[in-house]
């Protein structure tokens, strides 16, 4: 129902993951067509090469860095949000950890860890791949019937003493029996 086309920006110059890789692991060209079915452009952002975030962006999307992203570009991130530019960071376990610095500055904690889910096993995952079916009441989430497998996440929580003029919502948990792991190597070598 909307006339103009809104604009999603993926950052781009970190290894995040491309909105146009059709591979299942790395690649969001799923995500960036059912962007563009609701009337949505994705176009890809190397920040390190601008002033600022355009100022067409409905949303910024950081998918996945491997790398660190620098200061400046963080900065100029931050001035984006603070002139109500909107974000959805999807931060991998173990990396990016200027970016867990940053985002800790808006009252989100990103735990320096994996969620391991045991049940997921039961239902022909694997330990690091929790199954999520406790959304919270939100626009995002309104159609969300079913479970959903979430490979390779790391523990989010928002400090209680979260700015009043930030606007953190919780859509999704894992279930009861999930935990968080912080020993990489021992992940890595199967110990969970």
């Given amino acids: 129902t909307q ?11 970190h290894g995040e993951n491309d909105p146009e890789d059709t591979d299942e692991r790395k690649g969001c060209s ?11 452009e994705s176009k890809t952002l190397f920040l390190m090469h601008e002033r600022s975030v355009p100022t067409d962006a409905a949303l910024l999307v950081v998918s996945g860095p491997s790398r660190d992203i620098t200061e400046g570009e963080l900065t100029l991130i931050s001035n984006y949000l603070e002139k109500g ?5 999807m931060v991998d376990p173990f ?3 200027k ?3 940053f985002l800790s500055s808006f009252g989100i904690i990103l735990g320096n860890d994996t969620v391991v889910d045991q049940e997921s096993r039961l239902f022909g995952g694997d330990y690091l791949s929790p199954i999520i079916s406790s959304y919270r ?7 969300f ?9 790391r523990s989010v929580d928002i400090r209680e003493d979260l700015n009043p003029e930030v606007d953190v919502k919780v859509l999704a948990r894992s279930g009861s029996e999930s935990y968080a792991k912080t020993d990489r190597k021992m992940i890595e070598q199967g110990h969970l």
């Fill in 30 to 40: 799923t995500l960036a067509s059912a962007l563009s079915a609701e009337n949505h």
């Fill in 145 to 153: 019937g079913g479970s959903t497998i979430m490979p390779l996440i």
């Fill in 3 to 13: 006339k103009r086309t809104r604009r999603i920006y993926f950052l781009k110059g």
């Fill in 85 to 89: 530019g909107k974000a959805l960071f």
């Fill in 137 to 143: 009441k939100h626009e995002i989430t309104r159609n």
């Fill in 95 to 97: 990396t990016a950890p």
């Fill in 99 to 101: 970016l867990v610095g």
